[in-house]
């Protein structure tokens, strides 16, 4: 897992990794997010005291990126309930098509591609996600196909 902090605007895309620096956790037997996935502190604010303060409850700021089944997937490291890290949880299939992260806190389950929660209007918020072509000098261990994986906090409407 790799953790790491930023200090940009909050609605600017935010390079993540390649997408081969995510290992598809659906591969392990129990699906836990937590050794395959990669957390970024993306502060809301710009404005520094607001952020210091925020690192108390620097939750917040976090985005938790991981591979599942072979889909990317971009979400808020803390659980809508309670504010539970996400990345203690675990992925599910939902039905064939869909797929959940269970809360290891209470048990609650959200959905990966629309947020929805299993209970009450709780709601998990998704980033966006933007696979790009690599723009820096090739390192010898990627190949060109292996995208660069970029995130930015889905627009509140
Ligand atoms: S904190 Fe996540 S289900 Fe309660």
Redesign the pocket.
Known sequence: MEVSKETAKSDEWHLVGRVSSFPDIGLEEKCRVLPGCTIKSIPKTEDPEKSRANRLSDLDDQVLVFKYKGFLHAIDNQ??????P?KQGNVFDIEDIGAGIR??????KFDLFTGKGDRGPHKLSLWDIDLRDPSSVPDGRSSSNDKEVWVRRHAQV
Do not use: Y
Request: hydrophobic share 30%.
């Open positions: 659980c809508p309930h309670s504010s539970f996400l809360c290891f806190r209470h048990g609650w």
